[in-house]
């Protein structure tokens, strides 16, 4: 469930067709010892000082952008590095080769299955490392900021190089690749930023899964974002993410930074820092949903304490009339569009607790069905929820509001619905702090969905399905004493 202004359209299409200047980029060759040329594009610091030491960032490009024509790489990645505001900020080289066609950054054995390491280098990832060496030598690059990123094929290469020279990076940000997870381990001291659609056709997303795996055995700290709705193109996400640039360019080899030390307090953490299993959000309106939401709720903490909170996605959200349909009640609205149950336990410390509420609402299951959760997933982070707030205050009444009837999706809803909302009754039956607003029945249609004239989206409830909400929720506020 989202809402989303039309500003963020708006914005995205400026973006798109905001014209940037690949020229900037010059065109290069290298050639190895046998005389085998590697076309290469560099992009210089802007306002470039021979005196200074600047960071490098290496960019390879994925299977769709090979050839011979020294341009086409420059396609995906490389124009994030073109942006006014980024050359400002962050002055650097970037050099972003070609891979000769029918050849690969690394050695690959089909997409889909456990990448094989070969000792040696492919041919195009010796010339790759030919002409950066070269470079070294040519410019005053700062060797502790060497940073390396790739997507598909490249995300491959960028896995590669890690396993190849660890101790040559001071980051990586693997984008829907893969690599051998039994060789990786000797990367644990590189900071790691590795990034994957779970619907990704094209190459699987436990290819990347295995990889944090291995690195987390090893005792290194990777970062990885996995995105629910998300097929191959996973890196039009990845170079979108707001956190990433400032991430990476505070790393320095032999020495990671985390990432809580670059981003502010209210960003959304990359997936495995969230507690909890199941999917997080990932679009990247909900980037900035989420921290503008959470900036404007951290100055209200003193005039909103001792609230009932109303905890959810986006039918909490979108309630606009909630103080003024619940007069004798001290509210607190929040709902983020588009949240998950591990969004809410990021977020519940200085959004909820943070309050000291008198009472808390949760509504929250939709989303995370919708992303791929499983009912069984989504009901264990529900519990950790609801075992914090007990003991923040074992004393607290916590009002659980039944997942609403939708829009019928095969395989999907009512099924799992019906499923979540029966693992909910199970898990709190005996809990005497926690009752129930049986908001399934109040909305379901007869036949598990909700009704048009209710949620004119078949998603979210109008003005009358939360005059409807707010009949059902109101006597149980009576009866557990916190009306006035």
């Known amino acids: 469930m989202k809402i989303l202004p039309l500003l ?44 200074k030491k600047y960071p490098l960032v290496l960019v390879l490009h994925g299977a769709g952008e090979r050839g011979t024509d020294n341009a086409v790489q420059l396609k995906y990645g490389a124009p994030l590095f073109l942006k006014p505001e980024v ?18 950054w690394s050695a690959v054995k089909g997409w889909t299955g456990p990448n094989a390491f070969e000792e040696e280098p492919t041919a195009p990832m010796k010339l ?3 002409a950066l060496d070269g470079l070294l030598k040519e410019f005053p690059v700062d060797q502790d900021r060497l940073y390396v990123t790739g997507l598909s094929m490249g995300g491959y290469g960028t896995w590669d190089l890690l396993t190849r020279q660890p101790q040559r990076w001071a980051a990586a940000a693997p984008i829907c690749g893969g690599g ?14 590795a990034f994957h659609g779970v619907l990704d056709p094209t190459v699987p997303v436990v290819r990347t899964r295995e990889m944090i795996a291995a690195l987390e055995a090893a005792g290194g700290k990777p970062l990885y974002s996995e995105y629910p709705y998300v097929k191959h193109d996973s890196w039009n996400i990845a170079y979108g993410e707001p956190e990433l640039l400032p991430w990476m360019f505070a790393q320095r080899r032999g020495a990671v930074v985390a990432w809580d030390k670059v981003a502010g307090p209210f960003s959304q953490p990359p997936s495995n820092l969230c507690p909890g299993a199941g999917p997080m959000q990932s679009g990247l309106w909900f980037r900035t949903l989420w921290k ?70 949760i509504l ?21 929820i609801v075992s914090a707030l007990h003991a923040a205050d074992p004393k607290m009444p916590v009002v659980i509001n039944k997942v609403m009837p939708r829009g019928p999706k095969p395989d999907l809803f009512p099924d799992k619905i019906r499923r979540l909302n029966a ?24 036949n598990g969905s909700c009704k048009k004239e209710e949620f004119p989206d078949m998603l979210h409830p109008n003005a009358s399905g939360y005059a ?12 557990l004493g916190l009306t006035k």
């Open 292 to 361: 503008g939401r959470r900036e404007q709720w951290s100055t209200m903490k003193t005039t909103e304490a001792n609230s009932v909170v109303f905890f959810g996605d986006s039918i909490t959200q979108g309630w606009g009339s909630l103080a003024k349909d619940f007069p004798n009640l001290k509210v607190s609205n929040r709902g983020i569009s588009g949240d998950t149950t591990r969004g809410l336990r990021a977020r519940l410390q200085g959004d909820v607790l943070d309050l000291h509420p008198k009472a808390v609402s």
């Open 364 to 384: 929250i299951g939709t989303n995370d069905l919708d992303q791929g959760g499983e009912p069984e997933v989504v009901v264990e982070n529900l519990k950790a």
């Open 180 to 193: 051998d997870a039994s060789r990786i381990a000797p990367a644990k001291g590189v900071a790691v930023w």
């Open 468 to 479: 409807k909400w707010t009949t059902a929720l109101q006597p149980i506020f009576d009866r």
């Open 423 to 446: 693992l909910y009754e199970e898990a709190f039956k005996n809990d005497a702090q926690v009752c129930f607003c049986d908001t399934w029945a109040l909305f379901d249609d007869g």
């Open 128 to 130: 790759v490392l030919g």
């Open 87 to 104: 050359r400002d900020k962050y002055p650097c080289f970037v050099v972003a080769p070609q891979c000769p066609p029918d050849q690969t």
């Open 8 to 51: 963020f359209f708006a914005v995205l299409a400026f973006v798109i067709s905001a014209p940037l200047r690949a020229d900037e980029y010059e065109a290069r060759t290298f050639a190895g010892a046998d005389g085998t040329l590697l076309g290469f594009r560099l992009l210089k610091p802007k306002d470039y000082d021979a005196a």
